[in-house]
Each structure stands twice: as C-alpha cells, then as structure tokens.
C-alpha cells in the first residue's frame, strides 16, 4: 500500500517508519537541524527542526516525529521561522565562539553555517553560560565545552556508533557537562580515541589536536580533500585526505563511505605521520656481508628474496613457507598471490590479513 502525506502543498509517498524529516530531505525541503545526525537514533533535543503540522497546537520536531498517511505538513512560514530564529539566537549568544576553525573537525562549521543562513547576532541574547572546558593530556581531543551546545552528538555517537559509552551527561541546565565516568580524564576511561565524537560535533566544542597543530603553518583555510581508503586493515573505510601544499594535516572520515559511513578506529582517524617521518623507507635494503643495511634496486632486492625463498624450500620443504596476503591488496593482487604460494612452493599455507 502506498502511504501518502501532503508537505508544502505537494503530495509525496514515504514508506513505513520514515520520520517527517527524512521524507522531507528526499523531496529536497531545506530545514535545519543542529542534534541530528542521519547515522543516529532520532533525538529531538535542539528543536530547530520544528515544522508545521495541520491540527497540531505546537510545532513538531520533524527528526522525531514518524510520517503518517494523511499528513500536512509545512517547513517554512514566518511563525516556524521566526522561532527557528529565536533558538539559535539562544544558542549563538551562549557560545564564547561561533566561527571556529574548519580544521576542527568535520561538522565544525555547522552552528556558523546557520548563525549567517539566520542572520542571528551573537549579542542578541546573553546572560549565564553553560559548560566547563576539561584540560585532558590525550594526544587527539580537544574537549572545549564552552562551546558545547548540549546537543549530545557525542555521547551518542560513541553509545551507538562506538558501542563504547565512553562519555555521557552529567547535571542538567546551565551545568550541564558532557564528561567521562567519575569525571575522569579521556584516557583513563572506555575511550577508544575512534574521534567519532569529534566529527560529529557541530560546534568545533570536540576538536582534532593534531589538526589544529597544523593551523599555525596553514591559516584557517579549508584545505584540499582526496578521498581514498584508509591503508590500515581490510575493512576499506573511506577517507578524506586533508592536505596542505602536499603535506597531509589530518583525516575526515568519509559519511558516504559504503564500509564505514563515517566510523573510523583510532588508527585510520590520526595514525597518518608515517607518510612523511623522516625515517620512513624509500628504497629496499639489503643486508650486506658486514651486517649493516645497504640501499638496493628493486631488481636486486627481489633477486635476493627469491634466493632466499629457494634456499628454504630447498632446505626445510615446502611446508616451511607461508604466505600472508594484504587485506588491502586487490582482487588481481591477492589471486597472484595465492598462485605464487600454491603454484611456486606447492603449499596451500596462505591466508589474508583480514581475518585479524
Ligand atoms: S561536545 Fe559537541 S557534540 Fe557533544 S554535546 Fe557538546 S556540542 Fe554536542
Ligand atoms: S573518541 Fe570514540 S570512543 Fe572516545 S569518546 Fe569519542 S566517540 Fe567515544
Ligand atoms: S534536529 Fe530535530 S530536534 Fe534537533
């Protein structure tokens, strides 16, 4: 059966368990949101989504509320407007800084994007102020609160996403505060330091130390993005590779990633200074009769890896040589592989590293 509702004016379809906010972003309605983060459980905290719903006394969040057959609804007139105005308003004017750098981390920008769409000052509302910074010596997260909003992005990205529950909220109103167990330091607790909370976060109140770092060589400016795949293990998230004048200055997990969609682990989301350590290999070695490493060409270092393969097998059999594949290497690449083992050693002793 298909099910109707009317938005706009403009009679759609939604299928079963679509909230009001899902079939409107399919039909291309434009309507804000500051809690919601389409990976998660619905939680209707901001209330910026709000929207008109025909015999409805108040305004509905539309991330919460689920389509039903018959709906009219409306996402923009004046009155909608005009208190989507007034809550951002509140939530500008409570915030020490709305233009944080983009370097943040990736939904940083989010509260700045609809501070200007709105055009809503910063001196508007004032008055107390919510949320205590946490001074926390990990490498990777920054955790400035006196931006937080209070939209708990975080806590349930690390709940939900994470499966780790690593930060949660403590207090309520004014001393509100997003914190560990027993209030302790990111290291000390549950944390796996995946920076999902970081990414999520639409404020920049959660940042990526490691980027920031590069602020002062590289300005605010939003750097160049590659997308690829991280080189780590054999799941194939997707990345997007921030660089600067060819140097990479951080890592955005990609949300459109088919693997991923968004989640990354602690090493795909900031383990990338080996690319340019200054120790790192750039030539093959081989180690010469007085011990030492000597630099080599690929033809030579080959040529000596296949003696060395022979001199074992012909030694030990062919039961001493087993073959691990990369978890990252092509189809075409892993089928070579698996012929070289099987067909040059005549040993089925081969496997991937996918399976760790
Ligand atoms: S730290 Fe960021 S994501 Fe977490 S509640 Fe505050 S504003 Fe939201
Ligand atoms: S880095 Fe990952 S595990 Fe740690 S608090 Fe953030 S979401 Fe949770
Ligand atoms: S986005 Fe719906 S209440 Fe926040």
Not at 72 to 79: K, Q
Not at 108 to 119: F, S
């Amino acid at each position: 059966m298909t099910r109707k509702m009317e938005i706009d004016g403009v009679e759609v379809a939604f299928s079963e368990g679509e909230t009001v906010l899902e079939v409107a972003q399919r039909h291309e309605k434009e309507i804000p949101t500051l809690c919601y983060d389409p990976r998660l459980e619905p939680f209707g905290g901001c209330r910026l989504c709000i929207v008109e719903l025909e015999g409805a006394r108040n305004p509905v969040a539309s991330c919460t509320t689920k389509a039903t057959p018959g709906m009219v609804i409306r996402t923009t007139t004046d009155t909608i407007e005009a208190y989507r105005e007034t809550l951002l308003e509140m939530v500008v004017g409570e915030n020490r800084e709305v233009d944080v750098s983009p370097l943040r981390g990736y939904a940083a920008g989010e509260l700045a994007d609809l501070r200007d769409k709105y055009d809503v000052s910063s001196t508007g509302i004032t008055g107390a102020k919510s949320g205590t910074n946490k001074t926390d010596d990990n490498p990777f997260i920054l955790r400035d609160y006196e931006l937080c909003i209070s939209c708990y992005r975080c806590v349930r990205v690390c709940a939900e996403q994470e499966g780790d529950h690593a930060i949660n909220v403590m207090n309520r109103g004014f001393h509100t505060q997003i914190t560990t167990e027993f209030d302790g330091l990111l290291k000390d607790s549950a944390c796996t330091f995946c920076g999902q909370c970081i990414q999520t976060c639409p404020t920049g109140a959660l940042a990526d130390k490691k980027a920031l770092r590069a602020v002062d060589a590289v300005g605010d400016a939003i750097p160049d993005k590659t997308r690829t795949i991280c080189p780590y293990c054999g799941v194939g998230c997707s990345i997007d590779v921030l660089t600067k004048d060819e140097r990479i200055i951080g890592i955005h997990p990609a949300m459109d990633g088919p693997a991923n969609q968004g989640a990354l682990c602690v090493k795909g989301q900031f383990a990338y200074d080996f690319v340019h350590h200054p120790d790192r290999l750039k030539t093959p070695l081989i180690r010469g009769e007085d011990g030492e490493l000597h630099e080599a060409s690929w033809e030579d270092a080959l040529d000596k890896a296949a003696e060395g393969f022979r001199k074992v097998n012909a030694k030990h059999g062919r039961h001493s040589i087993y073959g691990v594949a990369s978890g990252r290497a092509p189809s075409e690449a892993a089928y070579l592989m698996q012929k070289f083992i099987r067909v040059g050693f005549g040993t089925n002793y081969i496997d991937n590293c996918s399976r760790a």
